[in-house]
């Protein structure tokens, strides 16, 4: 199974606003209609927008961006897979299609993200895809801050 990054355009933003999270979900992430207005309005990360693709179905939603090129880190800023797909491994496949994707388009160390708490279900799958807890709690959200250290 294969996960395609595709920029979000005019074709399928409203497909992308479409996506929705569970029930039990919704307090845990942003929408993608709040991601889409930051990354079109919030010029000081430079957010880059993805559709999360299977073959030619959109399964899920992304955003990378605030590139520190000091710190040689970016920010896997949002992760979302639609209620209908989750479970479906489109999630772990996303993730690598993710790091992929950033480690041919950037220089970094690390990639950081952040996590609700509370989201225990999160919290365990960054940490079988190599993100660790930093301990350090990130001030625009008051969320965990998890880290995975570039490795070849």
């Given at each position: ?13 409203r ?8 029930p ?20 000081s ?33 949002r ?19 993710i ?17 609700h ?21 990130d ?9 995975r250290?570039?490795?070849?």
């Open positions: 199974m294969t996960i395609r990054l595709v920029s979000v355009t005019e074709n399928n933003w497909a992308i606003c479409a996506l929705s999270v569970g039990n979900q919704i307090n845990t992430i942003e929408t993608n209609q709040d991601s889409l207005l930051e990354a079109a309005y919030d010029q990360h430079n957010w880059h927008p993805f559709g999360l693709y299977h073959k030619e179905t959109l399964v899920g939603f992304t955003m990378i961006g605030a590139f520190d090129t000091d710190e040689q880190t970016i920010w896997l800023d992760l979302m897979i639609d209620q209908n797909y989750q479970g479906k491994t489109y999630g772990h496949q996303a993730i690598k299609a790091i992929s994707y950033i480690h041919q388009h950037y220089v970094i160390n690390a990639i950081l993200l952040s996590v708490a509370h989201n225990h279900q999160a919290i365990t799958f960054y940490e079988k895809h190599m993100f660790s807890n930093t301990q350090k709690i001030p625009e959200n008051n969320e965990l801050i998890f880290k250290h570039y490795t070849d």
